[in-house]
């Protein structure tokens, strides 16, 4: 695997060199190893330990194809049966001819660091008996214990569906890295786990080449970046009590913490940011130039609805039989199972006001929005959709009138309410303080900008809030 990026003038010393470490802001951060199966990942004790939990955002609760194997919206990390992570180990300084031979090894980690064509660093690792290895990454190559795909966000209007985003939602090219990242969880409590960028590959291996961004760091150890880059922002407070964005950082190879570059594949890179580490935390967030993750931790999912409290929320909302202001019929929720495919009872909502209503074919404005409506299928449903402007005759308030869903995925929640609120514009229904929450939060989009949008499909926020309070009409009997 050759990373490139950009390239730094060094100066390595001669000798043979001894490390215990390549972060110095830690006493001995491990990193990865191979890794094994998913199954393996889940042992079967009785109270399996559980390091934390990591969810793709934009995914309503499982992939749009369905969740297999390693490939899936969610995965959670358990302790192994056996350790498999590594830590350095010895620095060789050699000629290019033999970087080759010096890798062939198969049972030996190592980084290998390209200087210039007549030189390389290689950094040899050993077993760390104290920490397990857990790899991210676009291959599906056995080593990688969480296969992730590039995750398809909108700039424009909502979505009828409540799971991913629309159709061709999978980009042309990805541009998440076959083996993106690592994350090394502590074996013993308090089982802390911190994030390294850049995988081993199938010859545990990991390559920077000569254009890779890289550098001799002041205690003349070697570090350096990936192409696009492993962003992190840690939560500024406690995730669930008090949620609000915390400052964007990249990771190095070595785990140390570095202030954004101009642009995401830049030649240079960022300053580094000493008083902060690599360290996850509840609600932490980690762009892989593609998808966005989100870690939490067992403590933080505590917090968190279940899918069966999800679903008496749903009913409970239901229950309270819901009514269109001006056809009077009864309005439901589809169930979470159902949540591809348009039902005839869903309720839909003006955007602009947060007026709930049941589906009707006029209202729209023709001068802004064009002269006819297009059908949306929702699943093989036949319930249409909205394009344009329509105007709510409860308040004469133009805007988008979309369907509600529920949001399905509760690890993204980071509270039990009521679902009285929705974004906007997709429609996405869940908690006041969900909505005000992630809509705080900026989120990496291409090489430069950030975006606030909805966790549960991706949808860029629009409006001044980012979200809407709904409107609902009891039953008038």
Not at 242 to 258: D, L, M, Q, Y
Not at 279 to 301: F, H
Not at 457 to 469: N, P, S
Request: proline share 7%; with cysteine.
């Amino acid at each position: 695997m050759v990373l490139e990026g950009s390239s730094e003038a060094l100066c390595p010393p001669p000798s043979l060199e001894l490390r215990p470490s390549c972060n110095k802001n830690q006493p001995s951060p491990p990193l990865g190893s191979g890794s094994q199966s998913h199954d393996a990942l889940c042992p079967e004790d009785k109270e399996p330990i559980k390091y934390g939990e990591l969810i793709v955002l934009g995914h309503n609760g499982s992939l749009a194809s369905g969740d297999k194997g390693r490939r899936r919206s969610r995965l959670a990390l358990y302790k192994r049966p056996k350790s498999n992570g590594v830590k350095p180990d010895v620095i060789h300084n050699v000629s290019t001819p033999l970087v080759s031979k010096a890798l062939s090894n198969k049972s030996q980690h190592s980084i290998s660091y390209t200087l210039s064509r007549s030189h390389s660093v290689i950094v040899e690792y050993t077993h760390d008996p104290n920490t397990d290895m857990f790899q991210i990454g676009r291959s599906t190559e056995s080593m990688i214990d969480f296969v992730v795909t590039d995750t398809a966000s909108s700039g424009g209007g909502g979505q009828g569906q409540g799971g991913a985003n629309g159709e061709g939602g999978q980009s042309a090219q990805s541009t998440i890295s076959r083996y993106a990242c690592r994350i090394m969880c502590e074996r013993s409590a308090p089982y802390t786990a911190r994030i390294y960028a850049a995988g081993f590959d199938s010859s545990k291996n990991i390559f920077l080449g000569e254009r890779a961004a890289k550098w001799r760091t002041s205690d003349g150890l070697m570090d350096g970046l990936t192409t696009n880059g492993v962003l992190v922002m840690h939560p500024a407070g406690e995730f669930v009590s008090e949620p609000a964005p915390g400052v964007w950082r990249e990771i190095s190879v070595c785990g140390n913490v570095f202030a954004l570059r101009e642009t995401r594949s830049a030649q240079q890179r960022g300053k580094l940011v000493e008083n902060e580490s690599n360290m996850l935390q509840d609600g932490s967030l980690i762009d892989l130039c593609g998808a966005t993750l989100l870690w939490r931790t067992p403590s933080g999912l505590r917090h968190t609805p279940t899918l069966k409290q999800l679903e008496s929320l749903r009913q409970e909302l239901n229950a309270a039989r819901p009514q269109c202001p001006v056809g009077f019929n009864t309005l439901a929720f589809p169930s979470l199972a159902q949540r591809a495919t348009i039902d005839k009872k869903q309720p839909w909502v003006y955007m602009n006001c947060g007026h709930v209503h049941g589906y009707h074919n006029w209202g729209f404005r023709k001068e802004k929005a064009g002269s006819s409506a297009v059908a949306l299928t929702g699943g093989g449903g036949t319930a249409p959709a909205t394009t344009g402007e329509r105007e709510c005759p409860m308040c004469r308030g133009v805007g988008p009138y979309v369907p509600l869903w529920l949001g399905c995925e509760g690890g993204l929640y980071l509270d039990a309410g009521p679902p009285t609120h929705a974004f906007c514009p997709c429609g996405h229904v869940c908690s006041e303080k969900m909505v005000q929450g992630w809509s705080q939060i900026p989120l990496p989009h291409g090489t430069h900008a950030f975006h606030a949008a909805c966790p549960f499909c991706g949808t860029w926020l629009t409006g001044e809030q980012g979200h809407i309070k709904l409107i609902f009409q009891g039953p008038v009997d």
